[in-house]
């Protein structure tokens, strides 16, 4: 069995940790449907002729799952190896951008993850290939593995979208999911973009509403609380959102439809700024079936940036044997 200074390592390859992003953050409870208006009709998107548009996305991998062993506590506790990815795509909406100039980050970050009732000495574990050096750092988590892996993930994406539009490439930021509780403390105008509708955040009264909207047009916004999330100094922050709906094309069913949400505390004025703008624009960028699968919900830009940020991960049968070759020298 290979070794890791006192410890005995046995590896899970056949076993991946399951990373949905359900697990980052979800809202559970409708609030204010009138916070905008009681007149529940569609509303037109605001047509615009230029804007900075940033695309941010994420991506996650395991490399390998571990059981690590502690001869001196008689304890075996679970880890994995894992890559992490971020990076952004931007464009000028209203003139032709290239490949080259669009994509503006890509940072990968690879960790050793320990549950926290293990303790080890080491921060850092590293890898010699003709290409280069892998790192993963050495972290403890202080909750399950896979939404730890997940807040790593949009801790990244938050970085990335930071610098993106504090470097003024990006107006306006879409992320491709729901919005993690890190995003508030940034202070951005960043819009969630969930293509999954594992609920509606409406009322029955309002469903026709969703059937009626054109493309182009959104539903009014209704306030969300989410789930309070325990951060990692104890403290419980709670995170309310203002969410929308639009059509992204022609098609009938909840298919056409993505929904959008910014947090609360940009204020109303700012969201109804946002969401205007996201009705008239998000569809423009909408995916079509005859090359996705996923269309007309995973819009273009993403699934651009999410192949090329899948690309920088790295091959991940080099990297399994790199970390087996390691261990196994210990």
């Known amino acids: 069995m290979p070794l890791w200074g006192k410890f005995r390592v046995s590896f899970d390859s056949w076993k991946l940790m399951n990373l949905d992003n359900h697990l980052i953050e979800e809202s559970n409870e409708i609030g204010d449907v009138n916070v905008e208006t009681d007149s529940w009709r569609p509303i037109d998107g605001k047509p615009i002729d230029r804007i900075k548009v940033g695309f941010i996305d994420g991506v996650r991998r395991t490399e390998n799952m571990v059981y690590i062993e502690d001869p001196d506590e008689m304890l075996v506790v679970e880890g994995a190896f894992v890559s992490v990815g971020a990076g952004a795509i931007t464009l000028e909406f209203g003139r032709f951008n290239s490949l080259e100039e669009s994509f ?81 403390r940034k202070g951005l105008p960043f819009i969630g973009y969930v293509k999954k509708h594992r609920k509606l955040y409406l009322y029955p009264e309002h469903y026709e509403v969703l059937r009626n909207l054109k493309v182009g047009q959104r539903t009014p916004l209704v306030l969300i609380h989410s ?104």
């Open 227 to 330: 789930q309070p999330t325990t951060e990692e100094n104890g403290k419980t922050d709670k995170f309310d959102k203002f969410t929308w709906y639009i059509k992204l094309n022609e098609g009938e069913g909840i298919n056409s439809l993505a929904r959008l949400e910014v947090p609360a505390e940009i204020g109303i004025e700012k969201a109804i700024e946002l969401a205007d703008i996201s009705a008239y624009l998000v569809p423009k960028f909408a995916s079509v079936e005859f090359n996705d699968k996923r269309a007309p919900q995973n819009l273009i830009p993403i699934r651009y940036l999410e192949n090329y940020l899948r690309r920088h991960l790295g091959s991940q049968l080099l990297i399994r044997k790199l970390i087996a070759e390691k261990m196994l020298k210990h």
């Open 104 to 184: 503006k980050r890509a940072i990968v970050k690879r960790y050793f993850l320990l549950r926290e009732n293990l303790r080890s000495a080491q921060p850092k574990l590293r890898f010699m290939t003709k290409a280069g050096t892998i790192e993963f750092e050495v972290k403890h988590a202080k909750k399950e593995l896979s939404p730890y892996v997940n807040d790593l993930m949009a801790n990244l994406e938050a970085f990335v979208a930071e610098k993106v539009y504090k470097d003024g490439e990006a107006e306006i930021l879409i992320t491709d999911g729901t919005l993690h509780f890190n995003i508030k």
